[in-house]
């Protein structure tokens, strides 16, 4: 009985530490750099054309 409770300890074990640092961990952060907006060029670029378009006539609310 002793060998089978140290059998499934080990396995738990296995498991966790397959879990915690497996193959699957490597692939887990972003690969490209992420930009927030207000750091985004072209981002501002197109709001600031945005802003100064005048208002559009002709149209009722």
Do not use: H, N
């Amino acid at each position: 009985m002793l060998y089978v409770l140290a059998a499934i300890g080990a396995l738990t074990v296995f498991m966790l530490l397959w879990k915690a640092f497996g193959p699957g961990r490597l692939e887990t952060a972003p690969r490209g750099r992420v930009i927030a907006p207000d750091d985004d060029p072209d981002f501002l670029r197109k709001l600031g054309e945005q802003t100064k378009r005048p208002p559009e006539e002709g149209k009722d609310s």
